[in-house]
């Protein structure tokens, strides 16, 4: 649910880059008719959509992995560990994102991760903590879809002016 969703801020920002959705499991699957309905109201359709199974080719040449739960996280580190820096829960890196600012003109994508980043340890990655994950409202009613679409929106807008809403290098 979070690819249209940032693909939009990005392209309101006349910011051109692929944002490419990859899970844990769940190839060639449609999305769940609560998902396509809450995207749908909002001007979204991703009911062509398929789920696609996350490769470590996919991270080696991806400039920012995303994930929703620390899980997803942790299964990007173990299928490509040099991915770490560059990889993080959308929660985590808005979180993280809030204090270090926005993006420089004309500072690269990967020194504004490293600010971002600076202290974080992959034992942060262990544990139960619930903190930086966006519940997935998978099998649940559609208001929790609802509300997560509201929650991702929030997300991506954010992200999108901490990385691309102030530079000018795109």
Do not use: N
């Not at 299964?75 to 809030?98: C, D, I, Q, Y």
């Not at 099998?139 to 609802?146: Q, T």
């Amino acid at each position: 649910m979070a690819e249209p969703l940032l693909t939009a801020r990005l392209a309101a920002r006349g910011v051109s880059l692929p944002v490419r959705s990859a899970g844990m499991t769940g190839t060639d699957r449609p999305p769940p008719p609560e998902a396509v309905a809450a995207l749908a109201a909002r001007g979204h359709d991703i009911s062509g959509h398929r789920g696609q199974t996350l490769r470590a080719s996919d991270l080696a040449a991806a400039d920012l992995i995303l994930g929703m739960t620390r899980a997803h996280v942790r299964h990007a580190v173990v299928l490509a560990p040099s991915a770490w820096p560059r990889t993080f829960t959308l929660k985590e890196l808005v979180r993280r994102g809030r204090p270090v600012g926005p993006r420089l003109p004309g500072e690269p994508l990967s020194g504004w991760l490293a600010r971002a980043g600076q202290g974080r340890d992959h034992r942060d990655l262990l544990g139960g903590s619930t903190e930086d994950d966006v519940a997935d409202p998978y099998g649940g009613p559609v208001r929790e879809y609802e509300a997560t679409v509201d929650l991702l929106d929030q997300l991506t807008d954010e992200l999108a002016d901490l990385c691309w809403g102030l530079t000018s290098d795109r």
